[in-house]
């Protein structure tokens, strides 16, 4: 399984752009509740624009199934002819252009283990952007032990010094 607790997406002034997930949003695969006995599971695409995204509450996160994966040994084999994991995605789609000037994730915290690792940004079907993904804390626990240590990753497209300052860890 993957999940991510929150995605946000900033305007060139800086401000947070609003997204619907019913009407922006898809995923695939969609969620974990989609998965047969799975179906009234709370780890929903909504989740992840409720900006509830610091959180090791599963209400407001969103978890799915790797996307075509034979098995876990197959997914991670170094053999080129293996059936290698097809990669889930989530697309947000605006009705307009839209100039972004940062995007924040936070990892999935509630198994800190299944959050995103690595990852691409597509625009227009181009990728623009691969990087990792900043782990969540393992616990809670950890989480308060390490003062509340902000588990965002943030990717910054501007270059004015008001936005990365404001993304700085």
Not at 41 to 52: A, C, S
Not at 108 to 116: D, H, L, M, N, W
Request: glycine share 4%; with cysteine.
């Amino acid at each position: 399984y993957v999940g991510l607790n929150g995605i946000e997406l900033y305007d060139q002034m800086g401000k947070l752009i609003p997204i619907s997930a019913s009407q922006r949003v898809s995923a695939a695969p969609a969620g974990i509740n989609r998965v047969p006995g799975m179906e009234n599971d709370v780890r929903t695409i909504d989740k992840l624009f409720n900006g509830k995204n610091q959180t090791f509450d599963d209400r407001n996160m969103w978890l799915a199934p790797f996307k075509f994966t034979r098995s876990h040994a197959a997914a991670n084999s170094s053999n080129q002819d293996s059936d290698k994991r097809a990669p889930n995605f989530i697309c947000i789609t605006f009705e307009q252009p839209t100039a972004v000037s940062a995007l924040r994730i936070w990892n999935y915290s509630k198994t800190a283990s299944r959050g995103v690792n690595e990852y691409e940004l597509v625009v227009d079907d181009k990728p623009i952007y691969r990087g990792f993904a900043r782990k969540a804390p393992d616990s809670q626990q950890e989480w308060e032990n390490q003062h509340r240590r902000d588990f965002s990753t943030a990717v910054i497209f501007a270059r004015d010094a008001a936005t990365v300052n404001r993304f700085k860890d």
